[in-house]
Every structure is written in structure tokens, then in C-alpha cells.
């Protein structure tokens, strides 16, 4: 009996490695150190070191502090806001010297990005990263092109990245004549690329990245597709799970993308609430489900979600499907004038990497800097950076 084997000389792809746990993907969007020794979270004098080291640094320090966030942390922005409107917030105080972005990796990128080269932008955690940016990866992204070119598309299709994407993301949209979009301006950055794309004669197609949802919602409840002009694009899987005809069928194709706290709120939320408290009004954010956003009285995106509670009379009752910090800090402002405000569903639900930004790291972060050490900064690299804000300059440049 013959037993000599053949060996194979055969080298994983890093996708691969990722996929094992064998390897970290240096394209990937989550940072993974925070090097330094910490204050321990007991010490009772963390908030008048903050407010010492904030005071040292004087307006050499900008500090930029996500909707999302902790009070305990919100409570040392100098600006709040969502992540494209506080990466412009940077650009527009070049007399700051640091940039401490009190958000994740990916927001921090793009302040890097719209910022000047003389500024530094500081995250006070690496390991703050964003589950949803983080479901495209270069690799990925580059490989699904590939799919796109052997279905005979990909000269037809214009690719659009969310804001919530890494910046390889970002100049990879640049790079093939596409844009950003936030949750506010989808719909025209969606018009834009439909009427880039059918420039040729075919029909034009969107490659959206890498939010199903918010991608599927603009789609049909704001451009009147229907659900059939939509296929979802899997990076796990051959081909994306899709054949060449579906791929040419397809108006828009979503990428298999989705926010971990928008994409828990359920149908079975909005009837609840609705039975509990009668007369409610659902207000959600754009990145849920498409049967939640249809069964929901109101949509928008973080700053609408806000305006609209401000706006909102006296008495009136609203359930928010969107991040836990911000409800209850909304909720509160806004009891005195007789608003009930409450979350849309009864499970506690943070963005467990949004809250890695805590007391402790935001003050070894301004102590560091105030004793003159850089510590955490985000830098993205020329290339990456150039078509990056080649595609973040399309998106300025829509109406």
C-alpha cells in the first residue's frame, strides 16, 4: 500500500487568518491598545483632574463629544454632535493643537482626515471601535469589486460609504467615483450616484456600504424602490451569495452590514410600546430594520431625532429607537416641559464600544497631553487620506 502524501504548499489569505483568529487585519477599523497605566474608576478626584489638566491645556485642546457618549465624559465636550458634524467642528478650530475625539476609531479618522496636518487628533481608547464599520474591511470590499467586474457591473455601479466606515473604506469609494453620506443626506448622495452611474446608458446601480439598512430604507421609502430592487451582498460568503443575474437585475446592492444597537430594536418594540403607552409617538433612526422603520411614526437621523424632541409640545409622549445614552439624556432634559420620553425597547442597550470611552481614559488622555506626551493618536496614512477626502469632498459638494 502506497502512503507517500503530496504536500501542498499553501499560504492563508489574511481574511482567512482573521476569520481563524490568527491574525489582526491592519486595514480594520478598531484600534486594539490603550498602553499606559489608568486611573483606577473609584478615584473620586477624576473630574477635577479633568477639569485641571482641560485648564492647562487651555485652547490648545479641543474636545469633541459624540451624542453617544457618557454623561461622565459629555459633561468635558466642548462641542456634541454626530460624527461628521464634529469632525467639521475640528477643521473649524485650527488654533487647537489637539483634537481629543471622545467617539470611535472611525469618527476619529475622519476628523484626521478634515483636519490640518498641524493638529493631532487623540482617541483616549484604541479598542473604541465600531462593530459596524468593522463588517467591511479593504479585503473584503476589494474582492466584492472583483464580483462586481466578472458580472460585467462594475462600470455601471457607483459605490457610496456610509460616514460610519474606516477610511480605507472611504478611499476606496474615492478611488471609483463615489461619495460619503451621513444619515441625513442619504437620499441625495443616493440620487447623485443613481445619476452618475446611469451616465453610460444602462441602468445605473449603487454599491452602499456597509449599512443594509440605512442603504434599503433610503432606497425604498425615499427613492420609491421596491425591496426587489434590492440585494444584500455577502462578504462571507462565494460571490457575495449572489449570481451574475442578480448582481445586473439589482438596482442597489447592499452591503451585509448593520448596527449592533440599531439592529436589535424589533417590530415586536413597536407594538409593545404602543400598547403601553397610549397615544405614543415612534421615533426611530434610519439604520433600524426596514419593518421597524415602516412601522414607525417618524424617522431620522441623531441631530433630526433631537430637533424634533425639541420641537415637540408640551405633554406629548415618544418612544426613540436609537442609542440608550442619549435617550435618557434627552428624556431628562426635556421631563421639566412634560415629555415623556422613553426607549423604544425594553432591553438596556448601550454601544458597548462608544462606552469604552470613560473618565479614566479621557483623563490619562488630557494628563498625558498636558505633560506634554502625545498619546493615541490617529494618523491615516497620504494615500489613504487623499481619496478619502475625495469622496468627503463629493458629499460637500451635493446640494
Not at 488654533?95 to 493631532?120: K, N, P, R, W
Not at 459596524?132 to 479593504?138: L, P
Not at 430592487?229 to 437585475?249: F, I, M, Q, S
Not at 433630526?304 to 431628562?332: C, D, F, K, Q
Request: aromatic letters at 6%; a negative charge; charged letters at 25%.
Amino acid at each position: 500500500m502506497n502512503t507517500a502524501h503530496t504536500t501542498l504548499d499553501v499560504t492563508p489569505s489574511p481574511l482567512a487568518l482573521l476569520l481563524l483568529g490568527r491574525e489582526s487585519d491592519p486595514a480594520s477599523e478598531r484600534g486594539v491598545d490603550c498602553p499606559g497605566d489608568l486611573p483606577a474608576a473609584s478615584d473620586p478626584g477624576l473630574v477635577e483632574r479633568a477639569h485641571a489638566a482641560k485648564a492647562r491645556l487651555g485652547d490648545r485642546l479641543f474636545v469633541l463629544g459624540h451624542h453617544y457618549q457618557r454623561d461622565e465624559v459629555i459633561q468635558f465636550a466642548d462641542v456634541t454632535g454626530d460624527s461628521f458634524k464634529l469632525a467639521r467642528d475640528a477643521a473649524a478650530r485650527p488654533e487647537a493643537e489637539y483634537i481629543v475625539f471622545c467617539g470611535v476609531h472611525f469618527m476619529a479618522e475622519s476628523a484626521d482626515i478634515l483636519t490640518s496636518d498641524a493638529q493631532q487628533v487623540i482617541l483616549p481608547d484604541l479598542a473604541a471601535g465600531c462593530s459596524m464599520a468593522d463588517m467591511a474591511t479593504a479585503e473584503q470590499v476589494a474582492e466584492a469589486w472583483d464580483v462586481l467586474t466578472d458580472a460585467g457591473v462594475a462600470d455601471v455601479t457607483v459605490p457610496v460609504t456610509y460616514m460610519n466606515s474606516s477610511a480605507d473604506i472611504k478611499a476606496f469609494t474615492g478611488r471609483h467615483g463615489g461619495t460619503v453620506c451621513t444619515s441625513s443626506n442619504a437620499r441625495r448622495a443616493l440620487e447623485w450616484a443613481f445619476a452618475q452611474a446611469g451616465r453610460g446608458g444602462a441602468d445605473g446601480k449603487v454599491l452602499f456600504l456597509p449599512d443594509q439598512h440605512l442603504g434599503r430604507n433610503t432606497a425604498v421609502r425615499d427613492l420609491g424602490m421596491s425591496l426587489d430592487d434590492c440585494v444584500v451582498y455577502n462578504p462571507h460568503k462565494p460571490g457575495g451569495g449572489l449570481t451574475a443575474d442578480e448582481l445586473r437585475r439589482a438596482r442597489i446592492i447592499l452591503w451585509r452590514g448593520h448596527c449592533s444597537v440599531h439592529g436589535r430594536f424589533s417590530l415586536d418594540s413597536v407594538t409593545e410600546v404602543r400598547e403601553r403607552i397610549p397615544g405614543v409617538n415612534v421615533l426611530v433612526h434610519p439604520e433600524c430594520r426596514h419593518e421597524v422603520v415602516a412601522a414607525a411614526d417618524h424617522v431620522g437621523s441623531t441631530e433630526h431625532i433631537i430637533s424634533m424632541l425639541e420641537a415637540a409640545p408640551a405633554g406629548s409622549r415618544w418612544a426613540i429607537g436609537t442609542e440608550l445614552n442619549l435617550v435618557r439624556r434627552l428624556a431628562a432634559r426635556y421631563a421639566p416641559q412634560g415629555k415623556e420620553i422613553v426607549f423604544l425597547d425594553r432591553t438596556v442597550c448601550f454601544c458597548s464600544t462608544m462606552n469604552r470611552i470613560d473618565l479614566p481614559h479621557l483623563v490619562w488622555a488630557l494628563e498625558s497631553l498636558a505633560d506634554g506626551k502625545v498619546v493615541n493618536r490617529i494618523q491615516v496614512d497620504p494615500e489613504t487620506e487623499h481619496f478619502a477626502r475625495l469622496a468627503l469632498d463629493r458629499m460637500l459638494a451635493l446640494p
